[in-house]
């Protein structure tokens, strides 16, 4: 006889062969994915195709000396645009905003770059947008959207739009 963490658990939810069109892109951190959820609920989408790894968007983007990590992931996600017929993206930053909680920043910012603030990780994360959007240009009509989800100082997370 099974104990019953042996036992099989089956999901309310049946499976769904219909495929989501919109990938996105977060760092894999786990304080942020609820809020992710809560933000992409808010524009009315419950289901996506996730990228998460650390750095989120930034890992796409050439602001750090992995040139080959670099180089794997941009391939892993023009696979999923391409395979998963993506029209739309959302690539999510993170960190704190201006007098949020320092540790609220990205582990993976702090890893390509050590000793860099936190004022300065937003700052390189928008020097990447620009090279994201380029990189992101190469699907026709793909609909991109770029935030950070920043942590205040009240604990709060607010999602700023990185697009100009
Ligand atoms: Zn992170």
Redesign the pocket.
């Known amino acids: 006889m099974p104990t019953s963490t042996d036992a099989p658990y089956v999901c309310r939810n049946v499976w769904s062969d219909v495929r989501p069109r919109i990938l996105v892109v977060d760092?894999?951190?786990g304080r942020l994915q609820e809020n992710v959820d809560e933000f992409l609920n808010s524009r009315g989408i419950q289901h996506y195709d996730r990228l998460f790894i650390?750095?989120?968007p930034?890992a796409l983007a050439s602001s750090g000396f992995e040139l080959l990590r670099l180089d794997q992931i941009r391939r892993e996600s023009k696979f999923l645009v391409e395979a998963h017929k993506i029209e739309e993206v959302f690539l999510i930053f993170?960190g704190a905003a201006d007098g949020g909680p320092a540790h609220a920043?990205?582990?993976?910012?702090k890893r390509k770059l050590p000793g860099i603030s936190s004022d300065e990780i937003n700052s390189t994360q928008k020097e990447d947008v620009a090279e994201l959007l380029r990189l992101f240009a190469w699907p026709i009509n793909l609909n991109l959207h770029v935030y950070r989800a920043e942590v205040g100082a009240d604990n709060r997370v607010r999602f700023i739009s990185l697009q100009s």
Not at 105 to 109: G, L, Q, V
Request: charged residues 15%; contains cysteine; glycine residues 24%.
């Open positions: 760092c894999s951190d650390p750095g989120g930034g993170h920043c990205c582990a993976d910012s």
